[in-house]
Nanobody, 119 residues
Framework: QVQLVESGGGLVQAGTSLRLSCAVS????????MGWFRQAPGKEREVVGR???????YYVPALNGRFTISRDNAKDTTYLQMNSLKPEDTAVYYC?????????????WGQGNQVTVSS
């Protein structure tokens, strides 16, 4: 069974940085596209970005380059580096794994990680 365990969230001040980690176990991590999402209070979940198994990244343009997604296939872990954080970045952040060939967009999800940015 594939499991995703997130870590690294917390309460930070605006303008600072935070890095979230998502450790994957039980599957072929290097073949997965890993996505990052967030859900702010009272809002629908939205895409932050993704990284393919080969390291190609995509980001939502509205982030203006403040966030960076990376992965370490040797550690079966993906990271979300968030810089210049703003109060509007406050949300629960989720990582998800897209397993090739299943037909589903994202097959497995992390438990969610609260990030709160104070002004």
């Amino acid at each position: 069974q594939v499991q995703l365990v997130e870590s690294g969230g917390g309460l930070v001040q605006a303008g600072t940085s935070l890095r979230l980690s998502c450790a994957v176990s039980g599957g072929a991590f290097s073949s997965y596209t890993m996505g990052w999402f967030r859900q702010a209070p009272g809002k629908e979940r939205e895409v932050v970005g993704r990284i393919t198994g080969g390291g190609i990244t995509y980001y939502v343009p509205a982030l203006n380059g403040r966030f960076t997604i990376s992965r370490d296939n040797a550690k079966d872990t993906t990271y979300l580096q968030m810089n210049s954080l703003k109060p509007e970045d406050t949300a629960v952040y989720y990582c998800a794994a897209d397993v090739p060939g299943t037909g589903a967009e994202y097959d497995y999800w992390g438990q969610g990680n609260q990030v709160t940015v104070s002004s």
